[in-house]
């Protein structure tokens, strides 16, 4: 299998260099660039061309090509008076170097300057002429276009709503009859024309590349198909996770693998063919027709395919039961054939011009054949269901958009036949193209639904490799990735379903450069106040948003992990500083995501006319705290990792400042959330400001028969040795007070800081404890207690109670 793969890819590479030197051989010499004057008349011709098919009733131009033309011509002139523009900028900078015309009464220029002055003059004329005069083509060739988009609604209603004879009666096959014969004679004609076309091509000149690319057509067909299958469906294996993700990039592996081979073996076959320019303009018109048709029929094959799966029940999507998918599997072979060979004859029937009769009655046996396969696979499909169901099989679930489509499907195939049968032959060729094409449309979004969910879960899984590295590169935790995931998946799908339901209900006929027309049209014509609603700049501003944001953060690590940290400031002032570069670097993402979407300060006044509202009545407090936050970061009266103790009996270390509120956490571990207004006008008391030291005090009572002294100079050595006091200031032992049989020493000693005090309080009390108890010294006098015996009562003594 390699050694076919080389030799397929060496064949691609010498049929490639072999056509490029014909086409540089027989390559006539470049024409020289057209002037914008010439090219404002080409566009002018091509638009009184257009005009004037539309004024012809007998002219055969399909409206399409005639709303293509319009289309290109306001491209054209749209870009013209975009690349005038630099050069208009250009002499308008030349003028001003030469500065304002001399007035009247003044001393003349020089006459250089006089002439350069009327040269530039004359050319900023002429050139602001042709931007008007570009300008004005691109207004009238979309006018012409939208008005051309209203002729082909008409005509299309127009075709929907005739009725010929039905084909149970003898007048519809009488007409079809009588034009037979003509019709023959240019179908005879066109296959002569092909006939010497193909008998020159294998003349000696074109015989070679028509070889090599029928060689090349048939190498594809044959085996090219499983080769490139196999070869994406081994970098899938190798290169993708074991999971959702491998099955959907398998399914679409499938897909295109069936797409790129057969259509590019098709464009080998019409490139060998029409190596030389052989074909007329006709027959290469067919010819391209045909191509595109390979394509469609390929991909519906490969579509089917892949989401069939019947080989690899493991690799199927859908929720359908093997039994259900085999008698599924030639749905989209005969689809895509039925596709094919009518899209051939219509072509056919275009090229030649056959009667309208014959047209009629190919696409009344087209929408009986496109309707009844249908009808054929949702019946194959119930009954496979029914039988899984009398084996006591579970049945498989089914979304509700399942049963919508599958009814609407249903009552497509039946309008398409009564449609035939009533006479109707274009609702019901209508009604059978768009039941293909809506079904190309649902299971190609089926499968970019699961391929683009499954990418974006494996790629934000918190326990995959990709999502192990954001975590560890922006810190984001792992139910931060795992809502990023969900969030996006969402949007991808509601994008593509929306996309669907724009190609869906695009008009009959049109292209994708008619979709993105229409979505520019409808899109850009929402406006709130005086800004405009465009969907490029809506991603333009999210895209400076969310750059803005990443840069920002990245900044913000940088500043606190790395710079910061090397410095001598302290950690509230380096936290500080990155809160400030937060907020500063936030509203400039915000100015910048407004000027990326285009919003002046007109747009946004009544949004600012609302916030002053808001803030008149209800927004004053958060408004306030905003501010005693920004004054709380600048001043720093207190700041994170401060011991503060407020009023209302909250007390502890701030853990936090952020823009409404500051964190407080207390001693037994929990958080207060105060307002930053109460930090700037209530009484705040910082015990760790400024590198406060700790005072350690002691009251110790002790009997008056106690001697002072010697409990001075033992307290005071204890205090002295401890290693946690300090030298400066010294400790220092009084007696306060003496009251009650009691004297009070005051014990007072000083520490590093604030948070030493309760530890070096704690040893201070078990060593002076310990010492007192070793010296005999008590700290309560002995208790003493009087007793006393009463005389006896007299005799006839008695005591009422």
Known sequence: MPILFRCFLLLLLTLGSTALLAQDSGQPPAAPTATPAQTLDQLGNQLDTVKAALKDKKSEAPLADLRNTALGVQDQARQLATNLAPQMTALQAQLAVLGPAPAKGAPAEAPEVATQRRKLD?????????????????????????????????????????????????????????????????????????????????????????????????????????????????????????????????????????????????????????????????????????????????????????????????????????????RLHRLPWLLAAAALLFGLLDRVSRTIGTSLPATVTTRGLFALVISGLIGLGLLRLRRA??????????????????????????????????????????????????????????????????LLTDLIDTLLSPRGRSGQRLQASFELAPHTLEQAAILLAGISRVGLVLLALATVLTPFGAGPKDLLASAEQTLGSFKLGELAINPGTIFGGVLVLVAGMAVLRMLKRWLAE??????????????????????????????????????????????????????????????????????LLVERPVKVGDWVSLSSDVEGDIRRINVRATEIQMGDRSTVIVPNSQLITQNVRNVTLANAQGRVQIKLPMPLDTDANRVRELVLGILRAHRGTLDAPAPFVQLENVN??????????????????????????????????????????????????????????????
Not at 428 to 445: D, E, K, P, S, Y
């Open 562 to 631: 790395q710079l910061l940290p090397k410095s001598t400031m302290e950690k509230g002032m380096q936290d500080s500083i990155v809160t400030l570069l937060g907020y500063v670097g936030g509203l400039l993402v915000v100015v910048l995501t407004l000027a990326a979407l285009r919003v002046d300060l007109k747009s946004i006044t009544w949004i600012v006319s609302a916030l002053s509202v808001g803030i008149g009545f209800g927004l004053q407090a958060i408004v306030q705290n905003f501010i005693s936050g920004l004054i």
């Open 385 to 450: 269901r029914q039988a899984a169901a009398a084996e006591g099989a579970e049945p498989e679930h089914r979304p509700l958009w399942i049963g919508l489509l599958s009814a609407a499907a249903t009552l497509g195939v039946a309008l398409s036949w009564l449609g035939v049968a009533t006479g109707f032959i274009a609702l019901a060729f209508f009604v059978a193209v768009q039941m293909l094409w809506v079904g190309v449309i649902v299971a190609t979004v089926y499968l970019l639904i699961h």
């Open 122 to 326: 004359k050319a900023q004329a002429d050139l602001d002429a042709q931007i008007k005069q570009a300008q004005l083509l691109g207004q009238d060739a979309m006018q012409l276009a939208a008005q051309i988009s209203g002729l082909r609604n008409d005509e299309f209603q127009a075709r929907l709503a005739s009725r010929t004879a039905t084909p149970f009666s003898r007048a519809f096959w009488a007409d079809p009859a009588r034009a037979f014969p003509d019709d023959m004679q240019r179908l005879k004609r066109l296959g002569a024309r092909f006939a010497e076309a193909v008998t020159q091509a294998w003349q000696p000149p074109n015989r070679q590349p028509l070889v090599w690319c029928l060689l090349a057509a048939a190498l594809l067909l044959g085996g090219g198909r499983r080769v490139l299958e196999r070869l994406l469906l081994r970098l899938a294996t190798q290169h993708m996770p074991d999971g959702h993700l491998r099955r959907s990039a398998m399914a679409a592996a499938v897909a295109l693998s069936a797409l790129l081979t057969t259509g590019l073996a098709a464009q080998l076959a019409y490139l060998g063919l029409n190596w030389n320019d052989i074909l007329d303009d006709d027959l290469a018109a067919l010819a391209a027709s045909v191509v595109k048709l390979v394509y469609f029929a390929a991909y519906v094959t490969g579509l089917g395919r892949a989401l069939l799966s019947v080989r690899r029940p493991s690799w199927r999507l859908p929720a359908l039961s093997d039994l259900a998918a085999q």
């Open 740 to 801: 009650a049989g009691v004297m009070t020493f005051n014990c007072v000693a000083y520490v590093g800081g604030p948070r030493e005090v309760g530890g070096v309080k704690s040893e201070l009390l078990f060593e002076i404890l310990e010492r007192l108890r070793s010296e005999r010294l008590p700290m309560t006098s002995p208790q003493s207690m009087l007793v006393r015996t009463l005389p006896p009562l007299p005799e006839g003594d008695e005591r009422t109670g």
